[in-house]
């Protein structure tokens, strides 16, 4: 999640400060998020996602696709996971042996 904020910032000339400002944090708090010290919490991934016009699963590295669509299957173990270009994802429950 980290390399994409860092991107982001980048790819738009902002810089650390200015994010914080964004994401009504402190520059010191900004500075480990994008440093992989600590996660963002949702509110910030939120607001972060709705400046820079992206997904927050963009944000969070389960697509490439900057909007959300695209992400396959993903298992866990015990659950199905998936999402079809549908905001709603399915999640199935293995049957267990």
Do not use: H, W
Request: proline share 3%; aromatic share 10%.
């Amino acid at each position: 999640m980290y390399t994409r904020l860092r991107d982001l910032r980048e790819d738009n000339d902002i810089s650390q400060a200015e994010c914080a400002k964004i994401g009504y944090i402190s520059k010191n708090s900004y500075i480990r998020y994008e440093n992989g010290e600590r996660n963002p919490p949702l509110d910030v991934i939120v607001t972060y996602a709705k400046f820079y016009n992206v997904s927050i699963d963009y944000i969070a590295g389960l697509t490439n696709d900057k909007r959300g669509r695209g992400y396959k299957e993903q298992s866990n173990g015990k659950y199905n996971i998936t999402q079809k270009n549908s905001p709603k994802a399915v999640i199935k429950i293995k049957e267990e042996k």
